[in-house]
């Protein structure tokens, strides 16, 4: 896990706040927005993980959130900066390995909360799922930067 953050991070290396800016198109992520949905799911899982651990989902929580359309692409947090989305995905990162630093054998590992492409997982499985989450988006990064018309400094 710390693999892929540390590699989503390292793509974030040299990014201007004018490039972390800049849309590919229309339709498509800039960097920052990628950061924004990125560290919206890592503090999702902070929540989620302690509390299915526990044997529960967390306050609000509904089945419709196991719904493609309420999760791909999800994001709440909102970044003015590159340097704040990254302080934002370190926070939300420490917290979820301080979570799983702590967890036990006699955790609850019956409760589980669907992903659309995924499945049904518990809270380890979920955790697993941060890594390639990660993985998914540092190459994505990586791809917005060889877009024509990415700014050059």
């Known amino acids: 896990m710390q693999e892929g953050h540390d590699a989503l ?10 490039q ?28 989620l993980t302690q ?17 493609e ?3 791909d692409g999800a994001t709440v947090a909102r970044f003015t900066s590159i ?13 979820l390995l301080a979570f799983l630093r702590g967890v036990t054998p006699e955790m609850n590992t019956e409760k589980t909360f669907t992903h659309f492409l995924f499945g049904a997982m518990n809270f380890r499985e979920w955790i697993i799922f941060e890594r390639i989450h990660d993985g998914d988006h540092g190459p994505t990064i990586a791809r917005i930067k060889s877009r024509e018309g990415y700014p050059a400094g």
């Open 9 to 18: 991070i390292s793509s974030l290396d040299g990014v201007s706040d004018a």
């Open 69 to 71: 359309s309420a999760q």
């Open 20 to 47: 972390a800016a800049w849309k590919p198109a229309p339709d498509e992520w800039s960097i920052l927005e990628l950061m924004d949905h990125v560290v919206t799911i890592k503090r999702f899982l902070v929540a």
């Open 83 to 95: 340097a704040e989305a990254r302080d934002a995905a370190d926070a939300a990162h420490d917290a």
């Open 51 to 67: 509390h299915m651990s526990q044997g529960a989902w967390p306050p609000g929580l509904t089945e419709a959130w196991q719904e």
